[in-house]
């Protein structure tokens, strides 16, 4: 059985670091002289602060006590939505968003980088609080359960379950045999990249405060922006370019950067997940720019608007410099089969990932063979490496649920008098962690339309699908509560 003290304990350590962070609200506040939201974030800090404390203190006892299988799904599931619900009052504080529902689904849709907004007029919030909404993208990215681990190794082969819990992707690659160690790598990569995209949108004219937030939006593969136009407001080819390139780095396995440094670098270029992954990216692109020969004047500005927006969907980024929901009919189509893919595993990106997507082709292709030889053997290869038939079948049944899920959620946002397409974009835009979609939800358009009831499922959704639905959806099933 599940140890509630040893769950309440990791949460509420969780739940300290997750205020550390919001002191970078205050900060920004007293800065641009935001009064009323430094008020905000300063009740917001008590609560967090307190809360967080009281269980840290109250079941210390249980510090040492290594994390089983049982309370390391609990632990990631319960995580999220308790960071989320804390992490909602600077909104609800600073009257930003007096709706609990509303300030609750921005901020669970900034952790787990969805990008999701129901915010119509984002430039009137004070720019602390917007500050704090990118903030929870980058924290979210690679995953506040992760940094726990990295910065309290006291949970040992426990944060190893952890991150099986939460890394995405079939599996999980340890980089050293220490998971503190691992996942504090993998933070020094992600911040080494932050600090680059961050220098690089600097040289290109944005302030420090758009090339943070900006960054991360982008490393997180998230997509808040506080401009209303998004990154089309800076209207720079050269910030689009670095966005585009940056983007496409958080939707590689975050491993791979880790073999390059130890000298490794052949590993990029055999890796078959990147190999697809950028394959998509260019097919897509190309697709893309033959269809807006009429939209833009050049061959540059074709290339340019398509391959941001295709690595902003195939990413699930979800950053937009046009309104592509009026492009032609075969561009939207494209981005549409991209919003089935995602980047790779082990990145900060959602989706179903690529690397599931080529297993289940390779193994569609056996399934064939064995029509045409019934006796053969035909192994399913990554590389050089044969998967197991448990790993097969564990992603054939996570696509199985991914697909039910999205087709679930299409359902209840019909329910509330979303036209079908609309819908089913929803559905896509929310599980696949990528944002805005089509029709009711362009990227000129917000989510603040929906109906409460809506609103909290599809929070549900985004939530399940970051956690990639067999973590979440374990905890309704009997057999977990069982002994």
Not at 158 to 168: D, I
Not at 434 to 458: R, S
Request: some cysteine.
């Amino acid at each position: 059985m599940t140890r509630v003290g040893v769950i309440i304990y990791t949460i509420s350590a969780l739940l300290l670091l997750v205020a550390a962070f919001m002191l970078a609200g205050v900060v920004v506040a007293l800065w641009y002289r935001e009064w009323d939201a430094l008020t905000a974030f300063a009740f917001a800090e008590l609560a967090v602060v307190a809360a967080g404390a009281l269980g840290f203190f109250s079941f210390r006892r249980w510090r040492r006590e290594a994390l089983l299988i049982r309370d390391g799904f609990l632990v990631v599931a319960l995580s999220w939505a308790v960071v989320s619900a804390f992490g909602a009052l600077p909104f609800v504080f600073s009257g930003a968003l007096p709706s609990y529902t509303d300030a609750f689904f921005e901020t669970i849709s900034g952790f787990t980088t969805t990008g999701a907004s129901v915010l119509s007029d984002i430039e009137a919030l004070p720019r602390s609080v917007l500050f704090w909404r990118s903030l929870s993208h980058w924290l979210g990215g690679m995953g506040i359960v992760v940094l726990t681990v990295a910065v309290l190794p006291r949970l040992g082969i426990g944060g190893l379950k952890l991150m099986r819990s939460e890394a995405p992707g079939p599996t999980l690659d340890k980089l050293t045999p220490r998971i503190g160690e691992s996942a504090k790598l993998l933070w020094f990569i992600y911040v080494a990249l932050t600090v680059a995209e961050v220098v690089l949108l600097l040289f290109a004219g944005m302030d420090l405060y758009d090339a943070l937030t900006h960054t991360f939006g982008t490393m997180a593969t998230g997509g808040f922006s506080p401009r209303n136009g998004g990154v089309g407001a800076f209207d720079s080819a050269f910030v689009d370019i670095v966005i585009t390139v940056f983007m496409l780095a958080a939707g590689v396995n975050f491993s791979l950067y880790f073999q390059a440094l130890r000298g490794h670098v052949g590993k990029l270029t055999t890796n078959i997940e990147l190999r697809v992954y950028l394959a998509i990216f260019v097919i897509a692109t190309a697709f893309i720019t033959l269809t807006l020969g009429e939209r833009y004047d050049t061959i540059g500005e074709q290339i340019r608007y398509a391959s941001f927006q295709t690595a902003s969907i195939l990413t699930t980024t979800g950053y937009a410099t046009a309104d592509y929901d009026l492009w032609p009919e075969l561009a939207k189509a494209v981005l549409l089969l991209l919003m089935f893919v995602g980047g790779c595993a082990g990145s900060t990106a959602g989706g179903v990932k690529v690397i599931r997507l080529v297993t289940l082709l390779k193994q569609g292709l056996n399934e064939l063979r064995y029509l045409v030889h019934p006796q053969g053997i035909f192994l399913v290869k990554i590389g050089e490496r044969p998967i197991k038939k448990d790993i097969i079948y564990t992603v054939a049944v996570f696509f199985f649920l991914y697909i039910g899920l999205v087709l679930l959620t299409a359902l209840v946002v019909a329910s509330g008098g979303t036209d079908l397409f609309s819908a089913l974009a929803t559905g896509l835009a929310t599980v696949g962690n990528i944002g805005p979609g089509f029709g009711a939800i362009g990227p000129a358009l917000d989510y603040g339309h929906f109906p409460v009831y809506v609103k909290w499922w599809l929070s549900a959704a985004m939530l399940i699908g970051r956690l990639e639905v067999y973590s979440v959806l374990l905890l309704f099933t009997g057999v977990f509560w069982r002994r």
